[in-house]
């Protein structure tokens, strides 16, 4: 009994300690493949960089703009019935910022992309495999890893950086209004209570997270994305690509937070 | 003396402990064209692994116009590949793109010419493939034959000097397809463009190529010009083409 749960945490040890090392070497082939970028033309990135964005940042709009409304509207209702009962009102604007502008608004937006985008370049990047059009890339010249991946992270940090200062912008707005039909407080106040709280750090800590969260995202989903060596593998390397996705930008969100509350 | 364009030198290529290819050797000039042809794992697929990809390990050498692709590092290997038009029986196509756009993704990648040459250019591939109509749709609105023209322009469209095709015309209508051999005729007439067709029907490509060689278990059986082709009493060659089972190949 002993001995099984011996063996199977040193095995699962192992995979981990694998995995960790394969992910490795593909992050080295995509800094290798930087250096393709002098032999370019930067116009054929510059399409998909534009498709990316707007797949990843427009189109998925509407849903940051509704689930921004809603935890927002939450929060701050929470916030206004609930810290005068604590004799804490005076931090209303500090515990907004920490709660939307710092933590959940750069991890929800980040959780709707990985769920959006991530599923699906690990999607198109599998089928692209198994359909060989990478293959017929790679043997044109192209270098796949710069041509796939590069533009993605690009895109990805872009959509992710916008949809957060907007996420951000509608909890505090909508939210506020949506608030109101349960609790009143003066727009004024309510406003000048979050500019007084708003930091350097905030912003510092918000744009670190979309920074990190960009990178990660798309770099995570392209490793699965040419994992499957055939179509049936497709949905188990998509469903990899996702989950572990989800649990790093939780890590990262984590360790981001704490190193910004412990400078 | 003329050009070599590829040298193929006692190439053997061993993967999982089976011998793949075994002691091939043959060279192509320049404005020659070559079939190789032989049965299923015969070997003239793997011909692909050391001439086109040239990341596989081997014994022998593969030159390219004299140089060994061995020593290719990552970027130089690159370019060789971009000077190589290649076209396998997949197509690969990328599916998120047009017919227009396809063609013109290596153009994209690697040319000087700007936007507006590069669409010329790309035009002219379609008015002569007759790919007008359609170059606007993406590859799952094409029928068989308009993926196979759209692939093969997207393989000259940097104007390689050779051109490598592999199991290309399998199941296609030839008379739908009659655009891509007029294309080829004209570039084996230029003399400084070279044509591999690595094909499981030599027979319709007599017109087209003047050397046609036969693989059987990694090794080279028959080599020799179209007459020989056509006349030679090679025992694999005539096996070959009657399809007869008798022979000194056993077919599994």
Not at chain 1, 28 to 38: G, Y
Not at chain 1, 98 to 108: N, S, V, Y
Not at chain 2, 129 to 135: A, V
Not at chain 2, 144 to 169: G, M, Q, V
Request: hydrophobic fraction near 50%; aromatic fraction near 12%.
């Amino acid at each position: 009994m002993i001995e099984n749960t011996v063996i199977k945490i040193g095995s699962w040890a192992i995979d981990i300690r694998n995995g960790v090392k394969d992910f490795s070497l593909f992050i080295k082939s995509i800094v290798t493949s930087f250096k393709s970028l002098r032999y370019i033309r930067f116009r054929s990135l510059y399409t998909i960089i534009i498709n990316q964005t707007r797949f990843t940042g427009v189109d998925a709009l509407s849903i940051v703009i509704i689930i921004a409304l809603l935890l927002g509207a939450t929060v701050i209702i929470q916030a206004l019935t609930s810290l005068p009962k604590f004799g804490v009102e005076g931090f209303l604007g500090n515990l907004l910022v920490i709660i939307i502008a710092r933590e959940l608004g750069p991890l929800a937006t980040t959780l709707i992309v990985i769920a959006r985008s991530g599923s699906a370049i690990a999607t198109e990047i599998s089928v692209q495999k198994w359909s060989k059009e990478i293959l017929a890339m790679e043997l044109m010249g192209i270098d796949t890893k710069l041509f796939i991946v590069f533009p993605r992270i690009i895109a990805s940090i872009l959509s992710i950086m916008g949809l957060i200062i907007i996420f951000d912008v509608v909890a505090f707005i909508g939210g506020y209004l949506i608030a109101l039909t349960v609790i009143y407080i003066p727009m004024d106040t309510f406003g000048q209570t979050l500019i007084d709280s708003f930091t350097f750090k905030d912003i510092t800590a918000a744009l670190a997270k979309s920074i990190l969260f960009g990178i990660a995202v798309p770099l995570i989903c392209c490793y699965y994305g040419f994992k499957p060596n055939s179509k049936f593998e497709i949905p188990i390397f998509v469903s990899k690509a996702v989950i572990r996705t989800l649990f790093v930008a939780i890590i990262v969100n984590i360790a981001i937070s704490t190193i910004f509350y412990l400078i | 003396m003329e050009e070599l364009i590829l040298e193929v030198k006692n190439v053997k290529y061993t993967r999982d402990g089976v011998t793949l290819l075994n002691n091939i050797s043959f060279s192509l000039k320049k404005g020659e064209a070559m079939v190789i042809f032989g049965t299923e794992d015969s070997g003239i697929s793997h011909l692909f692994d050391v001439i086109i990809r040239g990341d596989v390990s081997f014994e022998g050498d593969v030159l390219y116009k004299g140089s060994s692709i061995k020593e290719l590092d990552y970027f130089s290997l690159m370019e060789y590949k971009e000077e190589i038009g290649y076209l396998h029986g997949d197509y690969g196509l990328i599916s998120n793109l047009s017919v227009e756009q396809n063609i013109s993704l290596p153009l994209e990648y690697h040319s000087s010419l700007s936007g507006a040459e590069i669409k010329n250019y790309v035009n002219k591939l379609i008015f002569d493939l007759n790919l007008d109509h359609c170059k606007k749709l993406r590859p799952f609105q094409l029928s068989r034959s308009e993926i196979l023209k759209t692939a093969f322009a997207r393989s000259i469209a940097n104007e390689p000097d050779l051109l490598y095709l592999e199991h290309a015309f399998e199941n296609q209508c030839y008379l739908n397809i009659i655009t891509i051999f007029d294309i080829l005729k004209k570039r084996i007439a230029r003399k400084d463009k070279s044509l591999i067709i690595v094909t499981y029907r030599p027979e319709n490509f007599i017109d087209i190529a003047n050397r046609f060689i036969m693989f059987f278990n990694g090794r080279i059986v028959f080599e020799g010009s179209k007459d020989e082709f056509l006349y030679s009493q090679n025992p694999y060659l005539i096996q070959y083409k009657t399809n007869n089972p008798e022979g000194p190949m056993v077919i599994l």
